[in-house]
């Protein structure tokens, strides 16, 4: 376990997020982008720098910016980050959602509180009729370390006669795995919008039940962010043998 200190030469900048210390100035900085770690020797970069920095096409992806207490924020290119101001974690890229550029589907219309939660989510997201079932896809949706992939489409299936009836269920293209290679339970195969997505059956229970005008979709995704930490709270993660 690496021990750091805010009297380092170079500042790790998770480590000081996590401990509640704001970088100070005239150091270098060490900074995680994609998990990948870089010690940079300025105080302040462009998102074009810390992408390139990351070997990414700045045409080609964007770059997210983890905040103290799970906040996400997306970060132009020329926008600059600051390393000594407080809160600064680390950061993802993700590549430019295949809708982007294209007109995101809007072939239903949603609650407000939802609508209000997919646009904080600052990820393309569409509403689409597939066969008289409303479905919401959110697109370049980040996955927690540990799985195949860093990134999915996650798609919703909104049950007739919501938000009184209950979401269920979540579907993910590309299909997931532990990285592990430990099996997830529950998971079948289904085509949906022209492509194969992975259902993951999770359900309420009598003590978790819906609860109409709390329950939404905010919530649903919250449980979903559960269901996929849950996996390695059942089944700790473990080394592969080589």
């Known amino acids: 376990m690496e021990i750091f200190s805010i009297d380092d030469e170079v500042i790790d900048l998770e480590w000081c997020a996590k401990h509640g210390h704001t970088a ?17 020797d300025k105080e302040c970069m462009t998102g074009k720098e810390i992408l390139i920095l990351a070997g990414k096409n700045p045409a080609e992806f964007q770059l997210r910016e983890n905040l103290k207490g799970g906040k996400v924020v997306t970060i132009a290119n020329d926008q600059k980050v600051c390393f000594t101001e407080p809160g600064v974690e680390k950061f993802k890229t993700l590549p430019l959602g295949e809708t982007e550029g294209e007109t995101l589907r809007r072939e239903y219309s949603l609650l407000e509180e939802d609508v209000e939660f997919l646009d904080g ?3 393309p997201w569409e509403a689409v009729n597939i066969q008289g079932v409303q479905w919401v896809f959110v697109h370049s949706y980040p996955i927690l370390e540990g799985y195949n992939v860093s990134i999915v489409t996650v798609g919703v299936r909104f049950s007739p006669g919501y938000a009184t009836a209950q979401l269920d269920m979540a579907y ?5 795995s532990r990285s592990d290679a430990q099996s997830i339970g529950a998971l079948s195969a289904v085509s949906l919008d022209g492509k194969e997505f992975q259902q993951w059956s999770r359900h309420r229970t009598p003590k978790n039940p819906w609860r109409p005008g709390i329950d939404n979709l905010s919530t649903h995704f919250a449980y979903i962010e559960s269901w996929l930490c849950d996996e390695f709270i059942k089944r700790p993660k473990h080394a592969i043998s080589a």
């Open 121 to 123: 989510l600052e990820l």
């Open 172 to 176: 993910f293209t590309p299909a997931l």
């Open 24 to 40: 100070p100035k005239g150091r270098k900085y060490r900074i995680i982008v994609d998990r990948e770690k870089f010690v940079v």
